[in-house]
Nanobody, 116 residues
């Protein structure tokens, strides 16, 4: 079992920066990959960025060159550095972990609002 808790959401101005964090606890040694997803009302949850166990990263086209996903040295923390924020980045951001049995775990989400 893996428990995930996001933090760092809030209000940011267009063009500004924000860093989201996700703290993983439980059987973190079983985690193969982690990622950030986001969801707006009436839309499906979409992948923002992911990082595999070996550090390989993947980004949605809409956030490439603006967002950076990374894991802490202890591998129990996931980050999303958001730069050059746009109003269309406004969403609830969720942290996801996939373990070595391909089971997915989700955090409770954190709201990010990009507005002046």
């Amino acid at each position: 079992q893996v428990h995930l808790m996001e933090s760092g959401g809030g209000l940011v101005q267009p063009g500004g920066s924000l860093t989201l964090s996700c703290l993983a606890s439980g059987n973190i040694g079983s985690i193969n990959a982690m990622g950030w997803y986001r969801q707006t009302p009436g839309k499906e949850r979409e992948l923002v960025a992911s990082i595999s166990r070996d550090g390989t990263t993947n980004y949605a086209d809409s956030v490439k060159e603006r967002f950076t996903i990374s894991r802490g040295n202890a591998k129990n923390t996931l980050y999303l550095q958001m730069n050059s924020a746009k109003p269309e980045d406004t969403a609830v951001y969720y942290c996801k972990a996939v373990n070595n049995r391909f089971y997915s775990f989700w955090g409770q989400g954190t709201q990010v609002t990009v507005s002046s």
